[in-house]
Every structure is written in C-alpha cells, then in structure tokens.
C-alpha cells in the first residue's frame, strides 16, 4: 500500500501563492506518476496537474502558466506551486499516485481546502 500525506493549503487572497506538498510512504517502489486533482462542490473532480516518472508534465488548461507541479524524488515528495491564485481555483486538493502503468492501482491523499478570497 502506498500512504500520501498532504501538507499546505489555508485561505489566500487573490493574485496570492501557495504551495502544497505530498509525500509517499509505504510500497513507493514502482510508482510511475503522481499528480494533483482538485473538486469544488457541485463540479466533478479534475486534474490539476500530472508529472510522469520521465518528466513529462501536463496542466489544466485554467492553471497553465500560474501552477507548477515539481517533484523531489530522494524525499518521495510532490509539490504543487500555485501562483496568482483566482476565485475559480477553490477547491479541496488532493495528491494521487499510481503505481506500475495507467491501469494500476490508484491512491489518493486526504485532501485539503484551499479557499481564494478577499
């Protein structure tokens, strides 16, 4: 079993930064992405942002150019760099992995709320 523990989140105001993490813990071996997914009440759960094992990123159309993924791989963390945050991008958080492949098995983090306000 693969454990993810998120960290960040809170209130910002708009045009503010946040900068989420999540580590991994448990079978980490063979991990193959990880990726952040959000969901705000009454909409459907949707990527944020992925990072593949080779590097390779994809974005959220909304979030391209204001949020980063990184990745730490001694630590076995995953960051999410959000900057000049909008209204729209309320949501809980939440950190996912997969392990071997695509149609592996999927393990997600807690979740945490991330409230843009003024």
């Known amino acids: 079993q693969v454990q993810l523990v998120e960290s960040g989140g809170g209130l910002v105001q708009p045009g503010g930064s946040l900068r989420r993490s999540c580590t991994a813990s448990?079978?980490?071996?063979?991990?193959?992405?990880m990726a952040w997914y959000r969901q705000s009440p009454g909409k459907q759960r949707e990527l944020v942002a992925s990072?593949?094992?080779?590097?390779?990123?994809n974005y959220n159309d909304s979030v391209k150019g204001r949020f980063t993924i990184l990745r730490d791989k001694p630590k076995n963390t995953v960051f999410l760099q959000m900057n000049n945050l909008e209204f729209e991008d309320t949501a809980v958080y939440y950190c996912?992995?997969?392990?071997?492949?695509?149609?592996?098995?999927?393990?997600w983090g807690q979740g945490t709320q991330v409230t843009v306000s003024s």
């Open positions: 996912n992995a997969v392990r071997w492949g695509p149609q592996g098995p999927n393990y």
């Open positions: 448990g079978s980490i071996f063979g991990i193959s992405a």
């Open positions: 990072m593949t094992n080779d590097g390779t990123t």
